[in-house]
C-alpha cells in the first residue's frame, strides 16, 4: 500500500491509547507524514493540555486554527493545521447556528453545561464529535487527526453517541448523536488507530480496547502503531574486544565493558519487546506500524520529521494488506 | 544514572515516611506507574509491621490479582505474608462510597433511597467532572476516621486536569450549592414569581435542546437533595484538612519522560498553591548509565565506526547514555523543584511488576530494606 492509500481510506482518523504510550506523538506523526505526502491536515485536540504544538516548535493551541506547519518547498509538503475543541466552544456554536444564541452564553457562563452533562452523560462528547462531523463533512483538510482522550475513556467517548440515543430520545442533540453514531459506523470516512508501546500491560489494554471499540462502538479499525520499538543495530552480540581488533583500534578496558554492558541492555529489551510486539500481532490480527524508539527525551520539529519518515516507509511496506 | 547520583542518600527518609505518617498520597499524571507505586508503599508499611491499607484506583488485572483484588470491592481484603504488620487492599468504587455518603447525610431513609433512585444521580458518578477523584479523597477520609489502619496509602485517579482531587470535594458542593441549583429548587422555596418565570423560560430552552426528561431527573434530583448540601459541605473542608495536616504525606510519582517531568512541575507548583509540600519523589522507569564518557564523544566514534560491529556498539552506548544524561537534566530540575524531599529513582526493570516479588524488587530501589 502507498501512503496516498492509507490516507485516503477515511478522512478522520481517531487516534485512541492508554496515556503514556505517546498517543499525541503519533497524532503529530500521521499528521506529519500526511502533509509529507501532500495531504492537508487538520489536528484535531480535545483535552486542553498537548504536547502537540511543541513537537512542532510552535506554542499553544486555542479554539481556533493555528498553522503548526506550513507547507510549500521543494517536497510539496502541505500544511498541518490544528485546534483545541472544547465543549464549551462547541455548545455555544452549536445553539449559534440552530438559532438560539440568545441564551447560549447564559447556558454557558451560568455552568449550567456541567448539570445538563450529568443530566446527560456523554453530552459533552457529543458536542465535541458533534463537531469533529461537521469539520469531515466540510471536507476542512484532505486528512482530519483526531487526538482522542487517553485510557479507558477513549471507549466512553466513542461510545457517547449510542448512549444518548438512549437517554435523550428527541431533539437537537439526539439528531446530533444520530449523525455521529452514523459517521463512526461508516469506515470509509472514520477510522480508529490505536497506539501502544512493546510493554505487557499497555499491549494487554490495546487489545481489550480494539475489541470494546468493534463491538461496542462499530467503528473501523486501521493498522495499530506500536510506538518506542528499538531500531535494530549491528555488533549486538559482538565481544567488544574481537570487534574492535576486526575493525583495528583497541578500546580501554572500562570502555569494552561499557560497551559489552549497553550492549546487554539493549537485547535484553528488544527481545522483551519483541515478545510483546509478538504477543500483539498473536491477539489481534491487525497490520502493525512500528515508530522506533527515540533516544532522546522530548519530541521537537526534528525528531518529528525523522518518525514521519519512519512512518511513511511503514505504510509502504504495508502492501497488500487489507486495511 | 551512575551510582552515587541517584538520590540514594535520600532513601531512609522513604522509610521513616512509612513508618511515622498515616496517610500516603501518591500523585502524578496518567502512565507514570502511580498504582504499583502505591502497593509498593503499602507493602513496605506492613513490612515495617503497621496495619496498612492501600486503595488504588484501576490496577492492572494482575497486579490486581497479587493485591486479591480480582472481583471489584469496595471493602479492604487482606493479603496474606510473611510481614509483621498487616496489607489490606481495596479497589475504589465510586458510584459505591457516594451512596454511602448519601445515606450518611440524608435527614431519613427516605430521603436517601429517593436520591439513590434519581436517574440524574445514578449519572453523577460517571459523569460529572470531579466525583472519581472526590470519592478517593473520601474514602482515604473514611479509611483514616472510620477504621483502624495505622497507614492509608491511595492512588490518585489519573485525572485530565492533574490536581483534580485536591479540589473535587468543593468543586462537589459548588456544585450543589449552584445558583441553577437554587433556581431549580425555587417553586418549592416560594421565592418570588418573576424569578420563578425566568428560571422556567431558561429551562424551557434547556429541554428544547437535550429534552424534558431530562431536565426533569435534574429537578427531582437537586429537589431531593435539599437540606444535605451542608452536610456535604463541612465533609468536604474536614478531608481538605486532612490532606493538609501533618500526618499526611504527598509522594509525587513521574517518569523521567520530559512531557510527565514538566507535569510533575506543575504538580508540584499546585501542590505547593494548595500549602501541601511534596514529601518525596519517586521517578519509575530511568535509563541506566554505563559510563562517564559524555555522549557525544560516543556518537562521534559510532561515526568514524560507522559499519563496522564496533560502530553499532558505541552507536548504542551513545544512545544510552544521550538518554540518561537528558533524563538527569531534567530530573536534577525537579529534584531542586520538591527539595528537600527525599529522591528514589526507580530503573527500568526485566518486566511489568505483577506480584509481591516484583513489587518487593521496585521497594529496594524506594526503601532501605533488603528484598528478602
Known sequence: MNPEQFFAASRLVIVAGKGGVGKTTVSATLARAAALSGLSTLVVEVEGKSGLPTMFGQRALGYDETVLSRGGGPAGAADVRARTLTADGALL???????????????????????????????????????????????????????????????????????????????????????????????ERCQVVLVTVPEETPVNEAVETAFSLEDRVGVGLG???????????????????????????????????????????????????????????????????????????????????????????????????PL | MTDGNDGSAGVADFDKLVRDRRIVVCCGSGGVGKTTTAAVVGLEGARSGRRTVVVTIDPAKRLADALGLAGLTGTPSRIEGDWPGELWATMLDTKSTFDDLVAKYAATPEQAERILANRFYRNISGALSGTQEYMAMEKLYELHEESDFELVVVDTPPTRNALDFLDAPRRLSRFLEHRLFRMLVAPSRGVLKAVNVAAQTFLRTVSRVVGGDVVQDAIAFFQAFEGMEEGFRMRAVRVNELLAAPETAFVLVASPRQDTVEEAHFFADRLREAGIVVQGLIVNRVHPSFTDALPEALAARADTLDGTDLGGLYRNLADFEQVASREHEHLAGLADAVSPAPLAWVPFLRSDVHDLVGMAEVGTHVFTRSPG
Open chain 1, 93 to 187: 456554536e452549536y445553539l449559534r447556528d440552530h438559532g438560539l444564541s440568545r441564551v447560549s452564553n447564559r447556558l454557558v457562563s451560568s455552568g449550567a453545561l456541567d448539570i445538563v452533562a450529568t443530566a446527560a452523560p456523554g453530552i459533552k462528547d457529543i458536542l465535541l464529535l458533534g463537531k469533529v462531523k461537521q469539520l469531515e463533512r466540510a471536507g476542512v483538510a484532505d486528512l482530519i487527526v483526531l487526538d482522542a482522550p487517553a485510557a479507558g475513556h477513549a471507549i466512553t467517548f466513542l461510545q457517547s453517541a449510542r448512549s444518548l440515543l438512549d437517554s435523550v430520545s428527541v431533539g437537537p442533540i439526539n439528531a446530533q448523536a444520530r449523525d455521529v453514531l452514523e459517521l463512526l459506523e461508516d469506515h
Open chain 1, 223 to 321: 493498522p495499530i502503531v506500536v510506538n518506542g520499538v528499538y531500531p535494530e543495530l549491528p555488533g549486538m552480540t559482538a565481544d567488544p574486544v574481537a570487534a574492535a581488533a576486526a575493525a583495528g583500534v583497541s578500546v580501554r578496558g572500562g570502555e569494552a565493558e561499557a560497551l559489552a554492558a549497553a550492549a546487554a541492555f539493549r537485547r535484553d529489551r528488544t527481545s522483551l519487546q519483541a515478545d510483546q510486539v509478538g504477543r500483539l500481532a498473536d491477539q489481534l490480527p491487525l497490520p502493525q506500524l512500528r515508530l522506533p524508539f527515540l533516544f532522546t527525551t522530548g519530541i521537537g520539529p526534528t525528531e518529528l520529521d525523522r518518525l514521519a519518515h519512519a512512518f511513511l516507509a511503514q505504510v509502504d511496506v504495508l502492501a497488500g494488506l
